[in-house]
């Protein structure tokens, strides 16, 4: 009997020295220790031992048992720490590595220009209005001291609907809305696409304009120099100067443009500005008496200030790019460009 305990001792030593795996461990441990493996196959011999030795084999027996259940405890723990090792080193992940960014939209140019004047506008109290895009020929002419055979209307030729219903050329008729359902004091910025029947490097079909309106009891052409002169500068750099040049437009009087000192060059004279350090902005003046009437305020009571801002105009000077076609192909590494 002795010498069977010490034959499964050794066997089952050389056997567990082999064994390189978690499943392979328990197939062992069925084979020995199991209901019908090796050592319980002792314990059922027992009856055939002598009663007197019975206690000293039953004693050695057992001793087996705990050994190889040490043993198998001893592997179990080394394959569980082995196998643990490997999951580590197999999903280990290098935290030092800089991630993956997701990939962000930009600011379109022109949104960028918006946004900025309208900060600017927004500062001095100017509210916003926005106004349809398809406008009655009244709106957009008429109201505005333009009637149907005026010259004035050749400048902005654009895109019928029918006889009087058309896409509106510039944002001026926000004006009108804003002066027909309000009594002064008005204070209004009317941002929105216009349309034209342009086409070239500088003019397109399709284009963007601010408006801007203030009616209310002496309102002078300083107030109207004053405020654009803050907003520009808001655009361009508080270093410009600005000037105010006489023009002509049908709904002011008196008209004028606006022109700032050239941010390029500070005023000596560049490519920018065509050698004459000045470069024309935007058209503003004292809204005509007309208008005024037209829209149901009493010019002899209030007076007002308007002004429209090309924002591709704006966008380009500021940016410095050559082609007003660039705002309307989409290419991606154009706008991309404006963060
Ligand atoms: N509506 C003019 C245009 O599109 C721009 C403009 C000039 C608007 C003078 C005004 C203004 O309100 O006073 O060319």
Redesign the pocket.
């Given at each position: 009997m002795k010498e069977k305990i010490n034959q499964i001792l050794v066997e089952a030593k050389e056997k567990l020295s082999t064994i390189d795996s978690l499943k392979l461990l328990n197939d062992f441990r069925v084979e020995f220790l199991g209901k019908s493996g090796k050592v319980t196959g002792l314990l059922k011999g027992m009856k055939d031992v002598a009663p007197e030795l019975r206690p000293q084999v039953g004693q050695a027996v057992n001793g087996l048992r705990v050994e190889i259940e040490a043993l198998v405890g001893e592997v179990e723990a080394n394959l569980k720490a082995q196998e643990t090792a490997l999951r580590f080193k197999n999903e280990a992940i290098d935290i030092s590595l800089p991630g993956k960014a997701p990939e962000l939209g930009t600011l379109h140019p022109i949104t960028l220009v918006k946004n900025l004047l309208i900060d600017a506008f927004s500062s001095l109290g100017f509210q916003i209005y926005e106004g349809p895009e398809i406008e009655t020929d009244k709106n957009n002419f008429q109201m505005l001291n333009i009637p149907e055979d005026h010259p004035a209307r050749d400048m902005?030729d654009t895109f019928y609907i029918t006889e009087s219903i058309l896409l509106r050329?510039?944002?001026?008729p926000g004006?009108v809305h804003v002066m027909t359902s309000t009594q002064p004091p008005i204070k209004v910025m009317c941002p929105g696409r216009?349309y034209r029947s342009d086409d070239d490097a500088t003019h397109s079909p399709i284009f963007h304009?601010i408006?801007?309106?203030v009616v209310d009891k002496n309102i002078s052409l300083c107030d109207l120099k004053g405020s654009l002169e803050e907003i520009l500068k808001h655009v361009f750099g508080p270093q410009i100067k600005t000037r105010l040049r006489p023009s002509y437009?049908p709904?002011?009087e008196p008209?004028v443009e606006i022109d700032v000192s050239c941010f390029e060059c500070g005023g000596k004279g560049c490519k920018l500005c065509k050698g004459t350090g000045w470069i024309e902005v935007l058209?503003?003046?004292m809204v005509n008496k007309n208008v005024l009437q037209n829209c149901g305020i009493d010019p002899e009571v209030y007076t007002g200030y308007?002004?429209?801002i090309g924002l591709e105009r704006i966008a380009m000077l500021k940016y410095h790019i050559p082609d007003i076609r660039m705002f309307f192909d989409n290419d991606l590494r154009f706008v991309k460009q404006f963060k």
């Open positions: 902005q050329t510039h944002t001026s004006q216009v304009q408006e801007g309106l437009f709904f002011t008209s058209g503003a003046g308007a002004f429209g």
